[in-house]
């Protein structure tokens, strides 16, 4: 058997070629690049925290605006936040005066440090904080749609 990065050849049963030193799994680093062990947590180069969340992936596909009124009387724009997740991240879309501009924020779920959770009468405000960037704002969200985003918020930090 070769090493699919140097090519030196190898036991057939290595885990990680003596040569090059690279992990012969097929687990990847997605920020680096790197070949890891199939059970890392943490990258070894770029310290890249692999999330263990432990919610189900369909629970974590979501789509919702804020509310239109909520977003005239508090952030004084007549098209709301759209909020999207998937199962690697969530996307935050303010968008401008008539749409001329897109303020976009994506957080991957592994970055995520904590939140904030503010419950008003009758909308709510989530401050999503990460490691080494501003924090993500959602406000005007109906209950329903803010418990349900903090409730794979609150599975993530716990995971983390």
């Known amino acids: 058997m070769d090493c699919p990065y140097c090519k030196h050849q190898l036991h057939a049963d290595a885990l990680k070629c003596g040569h090059c030193l690279e992990y012969l799994s097929e687990h990847v680093c997605p920020d680096c690049q790197s070949s ?25 596909t979501m789509a919702f605006k804020g509310e239109l009124i909520a977003s005239v009387l508090l952030r004084f724009r007549l098209l709301p936040q759209e909020i999207t997740t998937d199962v690697d991240k969530i996307c935050i879309n303010a ?10 924020d994506e957080v991957p779920w592994n970055k995520i440090a904590g939140f904030n959770y503010r419950s008003g009468i009758i909308w709510d405000r989530i401050e999503i904080e990460t490691r080494g960037q501003k924090p993500s704002v959602v406000i005007g969200l109906s ?18």
């Not at 890392?40 to 974590?60: G, K």
């Not at 968008?95 to 976009?104: I, Q, V």
């Open 143 to 160: 209950k329903a749609n803010s418990e349900q985003l903090r409730k794979v918020l609150q599975s993530i930090v716990n995971a983390n």
């Open 36 to 60: 890891l062990p199939k059970d890392a947590v943490v990258c070894r180069h770029c310290h890249y925290l692999f999330s263990q969340i432990s919610i189900n992936t369909t629970e974590l």
């Open 95 to 104: 968008p401008g005066l008539f749409r001329l501009w897109n303020n976009a």
